[in-house]
């Protein structure tokens, strides 16, 4: 069910930047960050204006019926997405896919209401799984699918259809990815919020007594057993308002590294990008899709047992840096494959840009699965009781929404403007990803003023 939203949100970015070329909206190729991030910004914008609504509705008619509507949803709009031929039109299912991707937070909730201390590291580490894989297998589905006319003749060349819409089969396969989610959530998904609880047995009432430091066991829940939500006031706590902030901070700068990406990859070397063709975009996302199993399964829980989640969520932020400072390096070595006189595709420069690309892709995945999963522990960690975990996952992402309006128009904004003019390092095209790392090192500095005890 969760694989659903990031694939179908993700499966755009190899072809982004084709997609508004072929818009002919932009006066340059410079410019094209300029329209990408408005498409960005509109998902974000329809997230933000639902998600507390998704978020409360839960905690009243339970999480299942959220979930269900929002799949819903985007197998719709992600169908609709492939026949779009306007920038108009991209915008408004955009937008909408933003509104029904809202119920995330939902399936927070419903996992954290599954665990309980013996495996909560491992449970909550399935959310940011399958969000990363599912980013990278939708973008590994956008970039080798895109224009299935031109890239497979052989099987393709003959159907008008994916002539005329060449971005429609990549949504065609999210959709199906939606619609499977859908069936699986309709005939095998239960309920996890218990709407009215039955007059609790002796046993049952004493198990809900507060537990004295150290003494809980492998059956004591995570969360408190009462569904009755507490008010904003109670809940949003000086401690729990510092961690909000610093992850919506993070979130706005992992985003500016996330959407420049694709644009940074697909732009001439000479201003700055790599040059890469749609498929190779779609290939250095999709390949992380393999490391992040491995490092969500069975690094992080390792990771968060032996050092706890305030450590993790720290060592997830300097691989993070180190990624949004060296990335744009690349293009010095994508700029003298370009104008060698060698034209061999399969050069040493051109095996050494892609080995450093790589590794640090995989570094960005890493950095992405510590803090996330490691964010996702602390709050819910702070929350009072299962009834006020929908108020605590919305709120969170309501925040993180925020950041992804702005986040995807300032670095699209900056990262024209820093290859329109012929200024100095770090004003060059290293700025957006120099201005990222900054942010995420006022995150890590800000990150030792919250205690252990979210662990």
Request: include cysteine; glycine fraction near 8%; proline fraction near 5%.
């Amino acid at each position: 069910m969760r694989l659903a939203e990031p694939i179908n949100l993700n499966l755009i970015l190899p072809f982004l930047y084709k997609m508004i070329e072929d818009f002919d909206i932009a006066d340059s190729p410079k410019d094209i960050s300029y329209y990408s991030s408005m498409l960005f910004m509109s998902f974000s914008i329809g997230q933000t204006m639902i998600i507390v609504y998704w978020g409360r509705l839960s905690d009243r008619i339970g999480r299942r019926p959220v979930l269900i509507a929002g799949l819903v949803g985007i197998l719709a709009v992600s169908i609709l997405f492939g026949f779009t031929k306007s920038f108009a039109m991209a915008i408004v299912l955009r937008f909408a896919t933003g509104v029904f991707a809202g119920n995330g937070s939902v399936m927070k909730s419903a996992m954290a209401e599954i665990a309980d201390d013996t495996n909560r590291s491992r449970m909550m580490a399935l959310l940011p799984l399958s969000w990363n894989f599912g980013s990278m297998v939708g973008s590994g589905i956008g970039g080798v699918f895109y224009n299935p006319a031109e890239q497979f003749p052989g099987l393709f060349g003959n159907f008008k259809l994916f002539i005329y819409f060449p971005y429609l089969l990549p949504c065609l396969m999210g959709s199906t990815v939606a619609a499977y989610g859908l069936a699986a959530g309709f005939f095998n998904f239960k309920e996890t919020l218990i709407l009215q609880p039955t007059q609790p047995t002796h046993e049952e009432a004493a198990s809900e007594l507060p537990v004295a430091a150290g003494g809980s066991t492998e059956a004591t829940p995570l969360l408190a057993q009462s569904t009755k939500p507490s008010s904003m006031r109670s809940l949003l706590t000086p401690l729990v308002v510092r961690v909000m902030v610093t992850n919506a901070i993070m979130c706005f700068a992992y985003v500016m590294c996330d959407q420049l990406y694709p644009i940074f990859a697909a732009t001439d070397p000479r201003d700055g990008g790599l040059g890469l063709d749609p498929r190779s975009i779609g290939i250095s996302l999709g390949v992380e899709g393999i490391v992040v199993i491995y490092l969500q399964l069975v690094v992080y829980p390792r990771w968060e047992r032996k050092y706890g989640a305030l450590h993790c969520y720290r060592r997830g932020l300097a691989f993070a840096i180190f990624y949004a400072v060296c990335m744009p390096f690349l293009s010095i070595i994508a700029a003298h494959i370009q104008t060698s006189a060698s034209t061999l595709s399969m050069s040493y420069e051109y095996i050494g840009m892609w080995v450093i690309l790589m590794s640090l892709m995989t570094m960005r995945i890493t950095s992405s699965v510590m803090s996330y999963t490691s964010i996702n522990l602390m709050i819910t960690n702070m929350a009072p009781s299962r009834g006020d975990l929908g108020f605590m996952n919305s709120t969170q992402q309501l925040g993180m929404s925020i950041m992804r309006i702005f986040a995807p128009a300032i670095s699209g904004t900056l990262w024209s403007w820093s290859i329109k003019h012929s200024l100095p390092f770090p004003f060059n095209s290293h700025f957006v990803w120099l201005l990222s790392a900054l942010l995420l090192c006022i995150v890590l500095w800000q990150s030792y003023s919250v205690p252990d005890s979210v662990n």
